[in-house]
């Protein structure tokens, strides 16, 4: 079965800090796709990131970098200088199917961004 | 704005009652997933449809159903509710063209007293 432990419920920091969200996964199949998604107060969820599971380099995004090492089964997401917009919810998932019809999500993590 | 929407945005039933919630995708998006976030937790996915069939199903039981029309929109229905089936019920569509993102919309909050 697939789990995804995001260990940290909730991270507050102060504009401009770095900031790392961890998120541990768990899955016996070798072809999987992970995801990050934030959910602002509004409630959608907004897609950040998919990586499968033969694409081990790390992506940049502007403020935002992920990485993804499978020998310690982690998919962890970085805000570098971090601003008060970010301040969501943030989910990683996982699923095994190329149609992603079996989305399993971690509980999240709330992130706060004081001025 | 993610083009998918959702209604009603909130409501509230009693236990044993029936509620039915929409989503309407966004355009030419044929696939529909549904999650179900309790307070405080991630999104479980309860099914999701393509092409007006059910092709993946997640632990919820059958009184979860759904459907999705030709114009690709969707229902979710839950019969003889239950006080932990109160949550934010979220709908998301997909398109052919696989990028793995999923749109979401902003969910129905359903309180069931």
């Known amino acids: 079965a697939q789990k995804v432990t995001q260990a940290q419920t909730e991270i507050s920091v102060v504009e401009k800090e770095d900031v790392t969200l961890d998120c541990v996964y768990e899955t016996r199949d070798t072809t999987y796709y992970l995801f990050w998604y934030k959910q602002p107060p509004s409630g959608e969820l907004v897609f950040l990131i998919r990586?499968?599971?033969?694409?081990?380099q790390n992506e940049i995004s502007g403020r935002y970098s992920w990485n993804f090492q499978k020998s310690t089964s982690s998919f962890n997401f970085t805000i570098t200088a971090s601003q008060v917009v970010d301040s969501a919810v943030y989910f990683c998932?996982?699923?095994?199917?190329?149609?992603?019809?079996?989305?399993?999500f971690g509980a999240g993590t709330r992130l706060t961004v004081k001025p | 704005e993610t083009g998918v929407t959702q209604s009603p945005t909130h409501l509230i039933k009693t236990r044993g009652q029936q509620v039915t919630l929409r989503c309407s995708s966004q355009s030419g998006h044929n696939t529909v997933s549904w999650y179900q976030q309790a307070l405080g937790q991630g999104p479980q996915f309860i099914f999701q449809?393509?092409?007006?069939?059910?092709?993946g199903r997640g632990n919820f039981p059958p009184r979860f159903s759904g459907l999705q029309f030709p114009n690709y929109s969707s229902e979710l229905n839950v019969n003889a509710l239950e006080l932990d089936d109160s949550a934010l019920y979220l709908c998301?569509?997909?398109?052919?063209?696989?990028?793995?993102?999923?749109?979401f919309g902003e969910g129905s909050r359903l309180t069931v007293l």
């Open positions: 998301a569509s997909r398109g052919e063209r696989d990028t793995g993102e999923l749109f």
């Open positions: 449809y393509y092409r007006e069939e059910e092709n």
């Open positions: 990586r499968n599971s033969f694409d081990e």
């Open positions: 998932a996982l699923s095994v199917r190329y149609n992603n019809n079996d989305m399993r």
